[in-house]
């Protein structure tokens, strides 16, 4: 039968694995949004070989299942005499994963930013810096927003895989608390509404910021009563 | 230790070899999650309002929590409500009930995008609903996304790597036995990455060789 008790027995464990899961993704995002920003100034390149090297990384990356660059990462790191604690080597690959991930986003909204006020903007003298702080930044973001809200969750999603290097995350203590207690069924629900929990408070935030800098609504087009029944799927209040 | 390039390439048949469980696992996947995923369309597209909101809440949960925790719900927790399943049938089942959630938001844009008109005039000439569905929106709906579809099919074969978890022997826990076996894990891995960056690159030619074929009917 579902037995509450055993998660409110076990909650300092739920309790330090959630915890430990918002340090490694919140890191992981703002590392690996850095790492995008430079991949993506490295993709507008003007030289060939700077742009073929990046899109080289983005594709690398979002082709290999995160589960085996974590390993890669983790296991080849000693080759090159570095050792590092099991959350640090996981937050680096992760970061390395969501960077590939942002540095799309990010190049598509510098191109959303209308060219006219670049070309502009050299015709007045600026340098590269002065355009990119100055127009592209500023601007880029109601369009890289959206998407990015996504893949920060996937982000936070995609940590539950360092449960596997050890790192004392979510779904590591999840697995913990089931070794214990023998109630597979309590404690991987009580971990994925915790999950859940977790990325609905991002999302939640993103809405938030996506209304302050004003990313386009899409406006839903004016439907007439029979396309309706077949093209829209909200029910009817 | 040095890098053996070596080693990397002696390994790479067995890899390739297990890639064939990767293959079928990820082919009946996506087939099952294109099925549901349809059926979810049109059953939300009828409107009544309880099984909406349990569509709803059911998408919200699958993309609110990690794949690895629905493998884990599929594999440890289905048996204690008396469901026990083996590793790949856990496996195929996470990974749909994962992926025709994801198909099924994709199939929600591109309906979206489907001139009003053209409903109206099926109505119009008398064909009836199941008729719609079937000649006029879904052959539509999956041109539309078929490039989304693609991505999907390569987001599953990546998915079924953490099958290896719950001790399907696939590309991943091939890799993970010969690294063990043989103290030369990061090579091992690196060549289980490669055959994984093969076949996603494999799937993403074939998607871009299908849009170019159907260009015409998708209207690009």
Known sequence: ?237 | MQFSFEFVLETLPALIAAAGVTIRVAAITIALSLFFGTVLTIVRALKIRPVNVAISIYISFIRGTPLLVQIFLAYYALPALGIRLGPVTAGVLAITANNAAFMTEIFRGALASIPPGQIEAAASLGLKPRAIWLKVVLPQLYMRSLPAIVNECTIVIKGTALLAVITVVEVFRTAQQIGSSSFRPFETFVAAGIVFLGLCLIISQFGLWLERRFALRRGT
């Open chain 1, 1 to 237: 039968m579902i037995d509450p008790q055993v998660i409110i027995d076990h909650w300092p464990y739920f309790a330090a694995g959630i915890w430990m899961t918002i340090q490694v993704s919140l890191a992981a995002i703002v590392l690996g949004f850095m790492i995008a920003f430079a991949v993506a100034l490295l993709r507008t390149s003007r030289f060939r070989l700077l742009r073929g090297v990046a899109s080289a990384y983005v594709e690398m990356l979002r082709n290999v299942p995160f589960i085996i660059l974590l390993f890669i990462f983790f296991y080849g790191l000693p080759f090159s005499g570095i050792r590092l604690p099991e959350q640090v080597a996981g937050t680096i690959a992760l970061s390395f994963f969501a960077s590939a991930y942002y540095a799309e986003i990010i190049r598509g909204a510098m191109a959303s930013v209308p060219r006219g006020q670049v070309e502009a903007a050299r015709a007045m003298g600026f340098t590269y810096g002065q355009i990119l702080r100055d127009i592209i930044v500023p601007q880029m973001w109601k369009f890289a927003l959206p998407p990015m809200a996504g893949i920060t969750t996937m982000t936070v999603k995609e940590s539950s895989i360092l449960s596997t290097i050890t790192v004392a995350e979510l779904t590591y203590q999840g697995i913990i608390v089931q070794g214990m207690t023998f109630a597979p069924f309590e404690v991987f629900f009580a971990i994925a509404a915790l999950y859940w929990i977790f990325t609905a408070v991002l999302v939640r935030l993103f809405r938030i910021a996506e209304c302050r800098v004003g990313s386009a609504e899409l406006a839903a087009a004016a439907r007439s009563p029979v396309a309706s029944k077949y093209l829209t799927l909200e029910a009817r209040p």
